[in-house]
């Protein structure tokens, strides 16, 4: 089967614009994370779903960051206004149930994000 | 809160020598602990992890880490390093009871060379 996809890979952007990335989690898994990779803060936790809902959100660093899952599949991540300090790649991962430990999360290959 | 600390942003060494990658992790209670290794160009794979039970845990590629709660410590080793070991190596907690919200580390950038 197939493991997590995201797009696009790569993403240019000029300071101002909004984007749009995309995670489609392994089919039936019912957790999903957004984890951000950036050389100056390493590897950050943003946000955590749940079938749709998201119970935890602390992650996400200002609110031009926004989220959303339909369906218990697809997730996008919305950053709108970019800043050059969004810059970094986006990781995207899913799990099986989402319980402490027990499931592996498995990541997809990310979304590098630049912005000029 | 929960945090991981990575003793050495880059280790170097020989192929065929021994492999030790430092995690100190500070947590009220016992996390759950996990290694995670990025090859270049690729996504995050999970090496190992220590839930409960054996502190002596064995993960793939012939790594293993050793929880030593005194300590709080989650050192990843492997008796011999080969050429295809060179890659960024993350420890991760996650809190126990909880979901699977991964806190990393800064990460280790593993070299090694002939």
């Known amino acids: 089967g197939a493991g997590v996809s995201q797009s696009p890979s790569n993403k240019v952007t000029e300071k101002g614009k909004d984007v749009e990335l995309r995670c489609d989690p392994i089919s039936g898994h019912t957790a999903l994370y957004w984890y951000r990779q950036s050389l100056g803060q390493g590897l950050e936790f943003l946000i955590y779903?749940?079938?749709?809902?998201?119970?935890?959100k602390s992650g996400l660093p200002s609110d031009r960051f926004s989220a959303e899952r339909t369906g218990g599949s697809v997730s996008t991540l919305t950053i709108q206004r970019t800043q050059q300090e969004d810059s970094a790649v986006y990781l995207c991962?899913?799990?099986?149930?989402?319980?402490?430990?027990?499931?592996?999360?498995?990541f997809g290959p990310g979304t590098r994000l630049t912005v000029l | 809160a929960q945090s991981v600390t990575q003793l050495g942003s880059h280790v170097s060494v020989s192929e065929g020598a021994l492999v030790l990658l430092r995690c100190n992790y500070s947590s009220s209670v016992p996390p759950y602990l996990f290694w995670y290794v990025q090859y270049p160009n690729q996504g995050l794979q999970l090496l190992l992890k220590?839930?409960?039970?054996?502190?002596l845990v064995k993960g793939i590629n012939g790594f293993e880490a050793e929880f030593k709660k005194s300590e709080t410590s989650f050192h990843l080793t492997k008796p011999s390093a080969h050429m295809s070991d060179a890659a960024e190596y993350f420890c991760?907690?996650?809190?126990?009871?909880?979901?699977?919200?991964?806190?990393f580390g800064a990460g280790t950038r593993l070299a090694v060379h002939p």
């Open positions: 991962a899913s799990s099986l149930s989402g319980g402490a430990g027990l499931d592996e999360q498995f």
């Open positions: 779903f749940q079938g749709n809902s998201a119970p935890d």
């Open positions: 220590y839930t409960t039970g054996a502190t």
């Open positions: 991760a907690v996650s809190p126990s009871g909880g979901y699977n919200k991964l806190i």
